[in-house]
């Protein structure tokens, strides 16, 4: 007997168009490293996720970006508002980058909300919280050793890939040696943001059935 769907067809059909221009477009102005960010990871492995409802990824998507999502938000509003708190955000408000692009980039403010949803309706795999952190560990050692540093005129080109070297792509931070500034994004990132979602997610969401 099939299984009712549990995720309308037009939130289906709506996120894998717009995946459709994503992906490419990204691929083509940025490379393909950029795929290494967490946020980049969460698209695509929701859209894998989307069409058979598969709990797990979309509980990892929820374990992974919900909080750093949330702060991009935060940031973005206070520069909207003329405050630059971190330069997380800059980004977007550079005229010399394409409002094509940036528009794109937009998705940091929906995607956390579309990850709940899908987890609500498709329910919470407990397994995310593991799975999602070795797969962390995984990405940040290779955005430290191999992927570019900060660099004072990026432009398009993916540097300081998911923060490991600071905030700022245009500079490092200068307040912890690196490795000590790596090293406490590895090990305080699973205990402090990953772990309380994971429980807060076990805790609300339903079980997957």
């Known amino acids: 007997m099939m299984q009712t769907a549990r995720v309308p067809l037009g939130v289906k059909l709506i996120y894998t168009a717009f995946m459709a221009v994503l992906v490419p477009v990204y691929w083509h102005y940025y490379g393909p490293t950029n795929f290494l960010y967490f946020c980049d ?3 695509i492995f929701t859209l894998i996720a989307i069409w058979p409802e598969n709990a797990l990824l979309v509980s990892m998507g929820c374990v992974g970006i919900l909080v750093p999502q949330a702060f ?3 940031d ?3 520069n909207l508002a003329g405050y630059s708190l971190t330069g997380m955000t800059d980004y977007m408000f550079d005229s010399t980058h394409s409002l094509f692009l940036r528009l794109l980039s937009l998705f940091h403010g929906w995607l956390p ?3 709940v949803y899908l987890v609500w309706r498709i329910g919470y795999d407990r397994r995310a919280l593991p799975v999602w952190t070795g797969l962390f560990v995984i990405d940040m050692l290779v ?4 992927m570019p540093p900060p660099t004072p005129h990026p ?3 993916p540097v300081n890939i998911n923060y490991v070297w600071g905030l700022r792509d245009t500079a490092a931070q200068t307040l912890l040696p690196p490795e000590i500034w790596f090293a406490g994004l590895l090990l305080g990132i699973p205990v402090f943001v990953f772990a309380p979602t994971h429980f807060i997610l076990a805790r609300v969401m339903p079980k997957v059935t």
């Open 72 to 74: 991009w938000v935060f």
């Open 143 to 146: 955005c430290f050793f191999l």
């Open 41 to 43: 990871i969460t698209l």
């Open 155 to 157: 432009g398009l080109t």
């Open 113 to 115: 909300f579309l990850l």
């Open 76 to 78: 973005f509003l206070a």
